[in-house]
């Protein structure tokens, strides 16, 4: 069991700017999340999946924001034209559909200048 | 909706002592889990410890245990002879259905 993995874990740019982030779940997790995470403050909802498809997303996810898990493998968050208010660390966790236990990524801090 | 609430931003304990670290929830879902998450500085989150809503028992994990009192919404979490290992901010989550609801978090310093 190689935990959950996400790429890059540091990413700066400028803002204007397209970043995408990768995150491996634990292999036999069917349940897929991304939370964004700004200091002093707990991990915020921002979109799910089960397996392939993405069953819900926050109401505070502007169309900036992409997410995808083709093959209910991995996944990808794009976030297009990046603003200030976009740096966060983004993470991702796993789950099993029944398991109920969310099991986290070392997340991938975003900054943009 | 669902909320958590963590009341105490910081706290301290000293090296070896016990110290408990409170939350409270609000969900009117029947069947819901809640846990306890812990975050070392620069360092992911990894869960500390869950509670079954529908298990009357308290769920203890070596040196942590809660203390889950159902109608009062209650959901705290008791460190046992603290160490320098576990200086961390802590979460407390509730999950319902798809989702988990985290509080703002308890920094816990130990002390030396």
């Known amino acids: 069991d190689t935990g959950v993995s996400q790429d890059p874990r540091h990413k700066i740019t400028k803002r204007g700017q397209n970043v995408t982030f990768r995150c491996d779940p634990i292999?036999?997790?069917?349940?897929l999340y991304w939370y964004r995470q700004t200091l002093g403050q707990g991990p915020e909802f921002l979109t799910y999946?089960?397996?392939?498809?993405?069953?819900?997303k926050s109401r505070l996810l502007s169309d900036r924001f992409s997410a995808e898990r083709p093959k209910g493998s991995f996944s990808t968050l794009e976030i297009q034209r990046t603003e200030q208010g976009d740096s966060a660390m983004y993470l991702c966790?796993?789950?099993?559909?029944?398991?109920?236990?969310?099991?986290f990524g070392p997340g991938t801090r975003l900054t943009v200048t | 909706a669902q909320t958590v609430t963590q009341s105490q931003p910081e706290m301290s304990v000293q090296e070896a002592e016990t110290v408990t670290l409170s939350c409270t929830y609000d969900t009117s879902e029947s069947d819901y889990y809640l846990f306890w998450y812990k975050q070392p500085p620069s360092r992911q989150m990894i869960l500390v410890i869950r509670?079954?809503?529908?298990?009357?028992q308290n769920a203890t994990e070596n040196r942590f245990s809660v203390n889950f009192q159902k109608a009062a919404k209650s959901f705290s979490l008791k460190i046992s002879d603290s160490q320098l290992g576990d200086a961390a901010m802590y979460f407390c989550?509730?999950?319902?259905?798809?989702?988990?609801?985290f509080g703002t978090g308890t920094s816990l310093t130990v002390i030396p």
């Open positions: 989550a509730c999950a319902t259905g798809n989702q988990f609801y």
């Open positions: 966790a796993s789950s099993l559909t029944s398991g109920r236990t969310l099991y």
């Open positions: 999946f089960q397996n392939e498809a993405q069953l819900e």
């Open positions: 509670q079954e809503a529908y298990k009357q």
């Open positions: 292999s036999e997790h069917n349940r």
